[in-house]
């Protein structure tokens, strides 16, 4: 069974930066997109970036030009680099990952970001 191990999570002040790391510790047969996901209270959850096997990526708006997604296909693992961090962007981040192969998406336990200002 996957799971999915995360780390990076962290208090940090605005304009700070922190980079959040997702690894996953079974096999996957043939990995899919990768993404990051985060949701605050009252909030819906998001999506906010994706990445792709080829390394298409996609963000939320809100993020663009901030954060960076990227992955290491060789580990299944995915990271998040985020930049000039906001208040706004507190909140719990999920990873997340797709087996193409046995078609099920995995999720991570969820990491707290806080961002105070």
């Known amino acids: 069974q996957v799971q999915l191990v995360e780390s990076g999570g962290d208090l940090v002040q605005a304009g700070g930066s922190l980079r959040l790391s997702c690894a996953a510790s079974?096999?996957?047969?043939?990995?899919?997109?990768m993404g990051w996901y985060r949701q605050a209270p009252g909030k819906q959850r998001e999506m906010v970036a994706t990445?792709?096997?080829?390394?298409?990526?996609n963000y939320v708006d809100s993020v663009k030009g901030r954060f960076t997604i990227s992955r290491d296909n060789a580990k299944n693992t995915v990271y998040l680099r985020m930049n000039s961090l906001k208040p706004e962007d507190t909140a719990v981040y999920y990873c997340n990952a797709y087996d193409r192969y046995t078609l099920r998406a995995y999720w991570g336990q969820g990491t707290q970001v806080t961002v105070s200002s």
């Open positions: 990445i792709t096997s080829g390394g298409s990526t």
């Open positions: 079974g096999s996957i047969f043939s990995a899919g997109p």
